[in-house]
Structure formats: C-alpha cells, structure tokens
C-alpha cells in the first residue's frame, strides 16, 4: 500500500498548466527527505522526470517543475501538451516500517 | 547510456519461485545499486528491494521474508528471486539503477517484463 497520496487524475487544456500533489507524513517528506518524479507513458516503462525535489535530467524539458513543502510536494507542467498524457508517480524515502522507498499512488493526466 | 533489461519465465505456478535477471548494457554494474521495482496490471509501483554491486541487499519489509536478491559483477548482472507466489504476485517487474544522492532515486529503468502467477 502507498504512503505517499496522489490524486487519481488531473486534466487541462493544450497550453494549460497543470498541477499535481503528493501527500506524505512525518516519517517520509515532512522528516526532509528528497522528492522524485517519474512519468509513464501508456505502456512504457517510468521514466525519471524530477530528482531532488527539483531537478530536472537532460533532456527533460523546463515546462516541468516541482516543489516541496512540508509533508507535501507538487509538480507542475506548463504549457501542457498532448505527449504529457501519461501516468505520473512521486517517490521519497520512508523511515517506518513501510519504507525505505515509497511511490505515491500515481496520477493520470489528461490532454483535453 | 546505461541499458537494463530484464529477463525470466513469463508463467511462474503458484507456490514456485519466480525468478529474473537483469543485464545491464552500455555501463558498469560496480559502485552502484540496483533495484527490482513491480507493477500489478492497472496498479501504482512497489519497490520490492535492491542489491549494491558488493553484494549488499535491502528488501521491502512487507516481501522480506520471501525475496532474495544476488550480483554478478563479471556478467553485469543482478536477479531476483521471489519465492511461494501467489496471484498477489502477477505484476510487470522492472530492473532499476539506483542513485544514492538525494535520499535514493531511479534514474535508469528496464523496459520491464510481465510475470504471470497462475497454473
């Protein structure tokens, strides 16, 4: 079972932007461990997308970004386009007994 | 860049092991970790653990009691055995590079391989 609460989906027109959330606790994001962001495209393997919170690999275009605030963190796309439909998952380290490592429940995103 | 892809039965019975290797191509398996990570058709992602190039392992504690995993350095490859599957087990598995700065990350992954528990 995720300890890590995403929403089931999110939608937005071409050129909208778009954000979605993950909601942690105390033994993962609020204890100040990092954030990652993998997208999945329909029947691909997930692709790292954000590492550390904020940082986007070569290759990953800038209208991805993300943040991190307390037991939460979010991920933005701007300028949505139809190739971003896809399934996005979050990912942190746990100290519990659930962890160490933990991806969120995952989000589709619709291209309207 | 780095290459993984997975390999194994695609049809494991119940109560068997089920077992994967994973090659990795264009880049060196020593000095990092590597992690088997699955996905349940329709379903979100499950770290199930990883293995570090000197052999040490870590597992997810709800699969611990069931998971073995092993390195072979001079083949650049690692498996994973998962032993008593049940239907709970069919999921698409995948190989992972695993990155230790900031608190662990997946950077590379393998395009993944369907297993199917069931007689």
């Known amino acids: 079972q995720s300890v890590l609460t995403q929403p089931p989906s999110v939608s937005g027109a071409p050129g909208q932007r778009v954000t979605i959330s993950c909601t942690g606790s105390s033994s993962n994001i609020g204890a100040g461990y990092d954030v990652h962001w993998y997208q999945q495209l329909p029947g691909t393997a997930p692709k790292l997308l954000i590492y550390?919170?904020?940082n986007r690999p070569s290759g990953v275009p800038d209208r991805f970004s993300a943040s991190k605030s307390g037991t939460s963190a979010s991920l933005a796309i701007t300028g949505l386009q139809a190739e971003d439909e896809a399934d996005y998952y979050c990912?942190?380290?746990?100290?519990?007994?659930?962890?160490?490592?933990?991806f969120g429940t995952g989000t589709k995103v619709t291209v309207l | 860049q780095v290459q993984l892809q997975e390999s194994g039965p695609g049809l494991v019975k119940p109560s068997e092991t089920l077992s994967l290797t994973c090659t990795v191509s264009s880049g060196s398996i020593s000095s990092y970790y590597w992690s088997w990570i699955r996905q349940p058709p329709g379903k979100g992602l499950e770290w199930i653990g990883y293995?570090?190039?000197?052999?040490?392992?870590t597992y997810n504690p709800s699969l611990k009691s069931r998971v073995t995993m092993s390195v072979d350095t001079s083949k650049n490859q690692f498996s994973l055995r998962l032993s008593s599957v049940t239907a709970a087990d069919t999921a698409v598995y995948y190989c992972?590079?695993?990155?230790?700065?900031?608190?662990?990350?997946?950077?590379?992954w393998g395009q993944g391989t369907l297993v199917t528990v069931s007689s």
């Open positions: 550390g919170n904020n």
């Open positions: 992972a590079r695993t990155r230790s700065l900031y608190f662990y990350y997946f950077d590379y």
């Open positions: 990912q942190s380290y746990d100290n519990s007994l659930s962890g160490p490592f933990v």
């Open positions: 293995v570090h190039s000197s052999g040490s392992t």
